[in-house]
């Protein structure tokens, strides 16, 4: 099969707010507590955290942490998690069931995520808290006041304030599983009064207001973007890509195609409001829950917790590397995102009691942290393309009753970034096709491309490979050298598989 990609600077979509590449871990168990936080294991550090898991959460260079929910957050009581940790409580998850810890608080989040150089995002529950249980929760995290919970802080010995910028406002309000779920016009009418607070609180600050995902977003984001717009920066969206039983590669790769739709709507609302309101601020949109999320991806959610064991294959992989292309297109309207989660459940790193391993999800990511520059371009592809499934028989998922498959998607799925300091252009281009190989014609008219270049890949010859606590590198990316660049070149990409194309332009 073949394709073209022909790559011009001069067509410059925009800047690519690195803050895409943030990740989300919640505080339920096997995450950030027993996942991250762990101090019997042997490999636990001075703060009782796991020096393996640090360390592969710190290679991926998140820029934004999103913490504690998620769901989990809906029944969040920051409270309960600061001051000396043999005093403070353990209940139960209102929205799991299970029992819940306060181990790992706020102190020892904020701690690690200065630690590793990441800005903390802590999501506020609105589903059990109240409004001055927000704002009470911020004043602990910057305010320099001499003030009940600034003091509290100080008590705890942390006499600076924290200065944390993001703060969203809820989790999931528009659905029903969700503690606090209810109406937009209900959510839009809390979230806005909130967002006031706690901006006079810190005009510094950052606010993410809840917009909904695939399924909800229309009306939900109908409803919330004019009351809130004027009193936040963010309009958050989630997405999790599940695969259809009668046919799972075609509907995996598609998902996030299904994402970028809602994008482009929610977007298109944003736009509107503010033309109305002649606004000049302008609104972002923030996916802080992406991911694919196949058959026991959400094994997590289970009362009866097991050993966390592998979960992703290389064909998830292929459709994170599509979204993070996606990302980067729409550079425009989507300046911030939280993959979910950073650990286990539906987790770029598994963790049981003796083991760790990266799971194939966690090196398109990876990938692009490392091989990515920092403007989009507006790369011309030119490829065959497939249709997810519509036959007699195709069943619509249940979790989304709204279910449409999708059609005349590319096989070719290609983002193209530059770094004019460096003068390098990267070219990330996914095979999605699950058997044959794509001969990719690649044109850069006017620079010239120097010959040696580097070539990223994620390749396994089973399209469905996954990693393991006895194979933990099954899958994972191949990074060499190469000779064989020019402004007019042809590439192979092997079949369901990912690359990235790093060219020096001399020219």
Not at 145 to 155: G, K, M, S, W
Request: with cysteine; glycine share 6%.
């Amino acid at each position: 099969m073949k394709a073209r990609v022909k790559v011009d600077l001069e067509r410059k979509i925009g800047t690519i707010n690195r803050n895409i590449y943030g990740q989300f871990m919640s505080r339920r168990p096997g995450c950030s507590e027993g996942g991250l936080y762990d101090p019997d294991s042997p490999t636990a550090d001075e703060y009782g955290l796991r020096r393996n898991v640090v360390q592969y959460i710190s290679d991926l260079r998140p820029p934004v942490m999103r913490w504690p929910g998620g769901c989990t957050g809906t029944s969040y009581h920051w409270l309960d998690g600061v001051g000396p940790v043999e005093q403070r409580p353990r209940k139960i998850d209102l929205h799991f069931g299970w029992e819940a810890r306060y181990e790992f608080g706020t102190d020892e989040f904020l701690a690690f995520c200065r630690r590793i150089g990441t800005e903390p995002q802590l999501n506020l529950a609105t589903g059990t808290a109240t409004l001055e249980e927000g704002a009470a929760w911020l004043e602990y995290c910057n305010s320099t006041f001499d003030t009940l919970y600034a003091n509290l802080r100080r008590r705890n010995g942390h006499p600076e304030p924290y200065n944390v910028k993001y703060w969203q406002i809820g989790n999931e309000m528009y659905g029903p599983w969700e503690i606090g779920y209810c109406k937009p016009e209900e959510y839009a009418a809390q979230a806005r009064e909130m967002a006031k607070v706690l901006r006079r609180l810190d005009p510094r600050i950052s606010i993410l207001a809840v917009g909904g995902n695939e399924e909800f977003s229309p009306e939900w984001v109908q409803a919330v973007v004019p009351e809130v717009g004027p009193y936040v920066d963010y309009i958050t969206f989630h997405t999790y890509w599940r695969d259809r039983p009668d046919d799972p590669w075609n509907s995996m790769m598609a998902g996030p195609h299904r994402a970028e739709a809602a994008i482009d709507y929610i977007a298109s609302v944003i736009r509107m409001e503010g033309l109305r309101r002649r606004q000049q601020r302008k609104l972002s949109i923030a996916i802080t829950e992406w991911n694919a999320s196949p058959e026991g991806g959400m094994m997590g959610n289970h009362p009866v917790y097991k050993p966390f064991g592998p979960t992703y294959t290389l064909r998830d992989a292929l459709a994170v590397a599509s979204f993070i292309n996606i990302m980067q297109r729409h550079c425009r309207d989507v300046t911030l995102a939280n993959v979910a989660q950073s650990i286990n459940v539906v987790g770029l790193i598994m963790v049981n009691k003796e083991d760790v391993w990266r799971e194939p999800v966690y090196w398109p990511l990876h990938m692009q942290v490392h091989h990515s520059g920092p403007l989009a371009l507006d790369a011309l592809v030119e490829c065959d393309t497939f249709a997810e499934s519509s036959a007699p028989g195709s069943r619509s998922p249940v979790w989304c009753p709204q279910y449409r498959p999708m059609s005349d998607l590319s096989y070719l799925d290609c983002s193209a970034t530059f770094d004019p300091q460096q003068r390098k252009l990267y070219l990330s281009l996914v095979n999605r096709h699950r058997d044959d190989a794509l001969q990719v014609s690649v044109a850069v008219p006017e620079p010239r491309v120097n010959s040696q270049g580097s070539v990223h890949e994620l390749f396994h010859s089973d399209p469905m490979a996954m990693n393991s606590p006895a194979a933990p590198d099954n899958v994972r990316s191949i990074s060499r050298t190469t000779d064989g660049f020019a402004s007019s070149f042809v590439w192979e990409l092997k079949p369901h598989s990912y690359t990235i194309l790093e060219l020096n332009i001399t020219g």
